[in-house]
């Protein structure tokens, strides 16, 4: 094709082959192209540019090497991370998307897809908040104010929290945090907070190290003595509390602090609140399991991630705000786009440039609606609740947290170790077995968890390697849980040959 062909017309046969190259791949799983980073290298090793371009079918022989290397991600045998697995519909609004290739940061840029980002973010604050319809006619559309912001992930959307809670305490100029006789600023949380708040602090100019991780209780909840002792201390040093943090939805255990308790002591101290939801957000959709977030509509702010438990893709994250004239504490202006006069959403936003992917989730509402939702939440928190029974009922696996969403963390017991009482020692073992044996089950490609170190108050202090476990793909079965299981036990039995042959 010409350059002028390029950008004028598809390729309808480069579309067809792209989309058996997906069906293709979405049979297969990750023994197809085993993980090997040495041959990842050699086979991505070259650093210059083509000199000319090559034509549409030689560049899909390239996409036929490249794709069977990728995450099989939507395969019901990985269970291993947060990435949901797409709606047949998604592709065919990917490629609108892409195509119209929309700015919502400013109206001349994206024109009624900034007012269906105000109107997808209304429907999202309504859901967490719960406001009238007089709320949300006033507000959607208002013109210096905004329930929230779209941003290209819950990271951006943490920060954006902390950003808005420092220049609504403090302004943007830390000198007045001495001015009101403070030595410092710190933020307030469970030690099982994201770490995106490190880096929010770090960013707003106040060091990850004022990130003040507190201990959890023996449910993964921040510890509410904790909280209380810290903010003691923290009127001792002088040191200003910008906000106390709530996780909905750890992501070692699915844990949700206690938000109603935590709420009524940020308006005790005077306060910002800030949920972090990007996991357990949607769990609002179920009648039997939103009383799990009790309090989540007395938060300042609350962050949501799309590409989670809203199953639409990467790069979807929201920030959702209580009084949508909190914004005004971040608003910025540009002459040449973003003037003070306008309407545009680019004034509150840390991103200038971002797509309008609040398409995504407008298709998602609409075509799987609340009740859709409904059935999806219910079905793999129930599907968690089977595999932590069968984990329980098998001496080659130890359940580490009952399951409060639909994630679960557990390890697996070598057989020298099963049924014995655990000490440090075994414990230390168990972490190298379940460290080789989370990295030889990756490696095999049939079936993926991933893999974290905790805490627990069972064991006390001594750091724990967990697997774990993430049930979000709809199309998981139970069989599908089993067969992932017993690819642990088998390989388990190697692994343990491997490494304690003296035992």
């Not at 000199?51 to 990985?78: F, I, N, W």
């Not at 810290?230 to 939805?249: D, H």
Request: aromatic share 6%; with cysteine; proline share 5%.
């Amino acid at each position: 094709m010409t350059l002028t062909e390029l950008f004028a017309k598809p390729d309808p046969a480069l579309a067809a082959a792209v989309t058996r190259l997906l069906e293709r791949f979405h049979r297969a799983d990750d023994s197809e192209a085993p993980y090997r980073r040495e041959q990842f290298c050699q086979q991505l090793d070259d650093a210059n540019m083509p000199g000319e371009g090559m034509d549409t079918q030689a560049y899909l022989a390239r996409l036929e090497q490249l794709v069977p290397g990728a995450s099989h991600l939507a395969s019901r045998h990985y269970m291993g991370h947060m990435t949901a697995p797409l709606p047949a519909f998604t592709g065919e609004l990917a490629r609108l998307l892409v195509m119209l290739n929309q700015n919502p940061m400013k109206m001349e840029s994206s024109r009624l897809l900034s007012f269906l980002e105000r109107e997808v973010l209304a429907k999202l604050h309504r859901l967490v908040y719960r406001g009238t319809d007089d709320f949300y006619h006033h507000q959607m559309h208002a013109k210096d104010a905004a329930l929230g912001v779209m941003t290209s992930g819950g990271t951006i959307a943490n920060v954006t929290a902390l950003w808005l809670a420092r220049n609504h305490a403090v302004g943007d100029n830390l000198f007045h945090l001495v001015e009101q006789g403070y030595r410092g600023a710190v933020i307030l949380g469970s030690r099982l907070m994201h770490y995106s708040f490190d880096k929010g602090m770090d960013l707003l100019g106040m060091g990850a190290v004022n990130v003040r991780r507190l201990e959890t209780d023996a449910d993964n909840r921040l510890s509410l003595p904790a909280l209380e002792a810290a903010l003691l201390e923290c009127k001792a040093l002088r040191l200003k509390v910008l906000a106390i943090i709530g996780v909905a939805g750890s992501t070692d255990f699915g844990s949700v602090d206690p938000l109603a308790e935590l709420a009524d002591i940020a308006r005790r101290e005077n306060v910002h609140f800030h949920v972090d939801a990007a996991w357990g957000g949607p769990t609002l959709f179920s009648p039997r399991y939103q009383s799990l977030l009790a309090g989540i509509e007395q938060a300042d702010t609350v962050t949501l991630d799309g590409h989670k438990q809203l199953l639409v893709p990467l790069g979807t994250g929201m920030l959702l705000c209580k009084r949508p004239d909190l914004v005004m504490a971040v608003k910025r202006e540009a002459p040449y786009a973003i003037r003070a006069s306008s309407f545009d959403q680019g004034r509150f936003t840390l991103e200038g440039t971002r797509p309008a992917n609040a398409l995504y989730l407008d298709g998602a509402f609409q075509l799987l609606g609340e009740t859709g939702y409904r059935t999806l939440i219910e079905a793999n928190y129930a599907k968690a609740r089977c595999m932590a029974a069968l984990i329980d009922a098998d001496p080659a696996f130890e359940l580490m947290s009952a399951p409060v969403m639909n994630l679960l963390s557990y390890r697996c017991i070598p057989p020298h170790l099963q049924g014995k009482t655990l000490n440090k020692a075994a414990n230390e073992q168990i972490n190298l077995f379940n460290v080789a044996l989370q990295k030889a089950q990756r490696a095999e490609g049939h079936s993926f968890v991933s893999r974290t170190q905790r805490p627990l108050h069972r064991y006390g202090d001594q750091p724990l390697v967990l697997l774990r476990a993430v049930l979000l793909n709809p199309q998981i079965e139970e069989s599908d849980i089993r067969d992932l299981l017993a690819d642990q036990t088998r390989l388990g039995l190697s692994v343990a040959a491997e490494l304690f042959t003296d035992e």
